[in-house]
């Protein structure tokens, strides 16, 4: 890796992010981000054939949205009968504010 990451980057990352670390940690997180770096940068250099296409999940799936459709609703009266208290029109419900 060209240019390992230190602790102070780690830190100012982390205050930039408000996670707080330690500063006995500080050291192995760099380690561990330095780490995974490495693994990152493997993973760059596999060289792949032309027609491999990007992945972008485990399962190929297509947006299944169905078309809108009117549809009648439920009658008004008959949904009011199952509320505990109405005015007729709409349901009725203890104030929030008092």
Do not use: W
């Amino acid at each position: 890796m060209s240019n390992p990451v230190e602790p102070q980057q780690v830190q100012q990352v982390a205050k930039l992010a408000r996670i707080a670390i330690s500063e006995d940690s500080l050291a192995e997180s760099a380690g561990q981000l330095n780490q995974i770096l490495g693994y990152v940068q493997q993973l760059q250099a596999v060289e792949l054939p032309a027609d491999v296409k990007p992945f972008f999940g485990a399962i190929e799936s297509v947006n299944a949205i169905r078309a809108d459709e009117n549809k009648p609703s439920t009658d008004r009266e008959q949904i009011l009968k199952n509320a505990p208290d109405s005015n007729g029109e709409f349901y009725q419900v203890p104030p929030v504010f008092k």
